[in-house]
C-alpha cells in the first residue's frame, strides 16, 4: 500500500486484483449486473486490507490432536456505515468478512449546482458511538460528502473511523486530510482531478447511476 503525500492515515491500495477490477469498473461498456457484482467484490478485497491492524487475543483451541494457541478478534466491534446511495453498493461485500458488523445509514446527496452535500436521511446502530465505524462510499470526489459524514458521526460520539472509497481525487482527499486527520482513509485508486461539474477524471462516471441502473 501507498501513503497520499505525507498522510500516514491516507493508504492508497496496490493490490493487484484491485487494480483489475476497478479498470473494469471504468470501463463504459460494463453493465449495471457486472458494475454491481464488481463494486461488492472490490469492497471485500478492500475491508480485508482495511482490518489488517484489527486488535486480536491469544485463545486456546482443542483440536482433535492438541491444543493449539491461537488469535482471534478483540475488542469493539464494527459498524458499516454506507453514504446512501452509491455507498450501499459495497456493503454485502464487506459484510462478507465481517457478518456480524452492524449497519447504518446515511443518507447525503450533492446538489450538482453548489456541490455542497445535502442531508436526508440517518439511521444509525444505538451504540455506534462504542464501534469501530467504517464509513463507505465508492466516490470522494470534492469530499463534502466525506467530511460531512464523518464529521455527523462524531456528533454521534464516534472516535474511531476508517473510510473506504473506491475512487478518490487529490482535492477531495485534501479536504478530508484537513478535516479529519484522526480519521484513517483506504482507497482503491488515486485519480487526477475533477472536472468543471465536480466529475472524478478519469473516474468511472456517476457510481450511485451505474450500481443501480438509473441512467
Ligand atoms: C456521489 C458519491 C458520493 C458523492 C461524492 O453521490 O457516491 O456520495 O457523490 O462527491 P463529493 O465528494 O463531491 O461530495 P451522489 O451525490 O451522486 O448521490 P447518490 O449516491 O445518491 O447517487
Ligand atoms: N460522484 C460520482 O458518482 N462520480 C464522480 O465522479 C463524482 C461524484
Same mark, same amino acid.
Not at 136 to 145: C, E, R
Given at each position: 500500500m501507498q501513503q497520499y503525500k505525507d498522510h500516514k492515515q491516507i493508504h492508497i491500495m496496490d493490490h493487484p486484483l484491485i487494480s483489475h477490477k476497478l479498470a473494469i469498473l471504468r470501463d463504459q461498456r460494463t453493465g449495471t449486473q %457486472?458494475?454491481?457484482n464488481v463494486v461488492s467484490e472490490l469492497a471485500t478485497l478492500m475491508t480485508y486490507e482495511a482490518t489488517r491492524n484489527m486488535t486480536t487475543e491469544e485463545v486456546e483451541v482443542q483440536t482433535p490432536i492438541g491444543m493449539a494457541k491461537c488469535r482471534m478478534l478483540s475488542g469493539k466491534k464494527v459498524a458499516i456505515v454506507p453514504i446512501l446511495r452509491a455507498g450501499l453498493g459495497m456493503v454485502d461485500g464487506m459484510l462478507t468478512l465481517l457478518p456480524s458488523a452492524k449497519v447504518g445509514h446515511i443518507g447525503l446527496y450533492r446538489n450538482p449546482e453548489t456541490l455542497q452535500p445535502v442531508e436526508y436521511y440517518c439511521k444509525l446502530p444505538q451504540d455506534v458511538a462504542e464501534r469501530d465505524v467504517l464509513v $463507505? #462510499?465508492?466516490?470522494? *470526489?470534492?469530499?463534502?460528502?466525506a467530511t460531512a459524514a464523518i464529521q455527523f458521526l462524531k456528533d454521534y460520539g464516534c472516535t474511531k473511523i476508517t473510510m473506504l472509497n473506491l475512487l478518490a481525487a487529490p482535492e477531495g482527499l485534501d479536504?478530508? *486530510?484537513? #478535516?479529519?486527520? @484522526? $480519521?484513517? $482513509?483506504?482507497?482503491?485508486?488515486? @485519480? #487526477?482531478?475533477?472536472? %468543471?461539474?465536480?466529475?472524478i477524471v478519469p473516474g468511472l462516471g456517476d457510481a450511485g447511476d451505474r450500481i443501480f441502473g438509473t441512467k
Open positions: %457486472e458494475f454491481r $463507505v #462510499d465508492p466516490m470522494l *470526489a470534492t469530499g463534502g460528502s479536504v478530508v *486530510a484537513k #478535516d479529519h486527520p @484522526d $480519521v484513517e $482513509v483506504f482507497i482503491a485508486a488515486l @485519480d #487526477d482531478h475533477l472536472n %468543471e461539474n465536480g466529475y
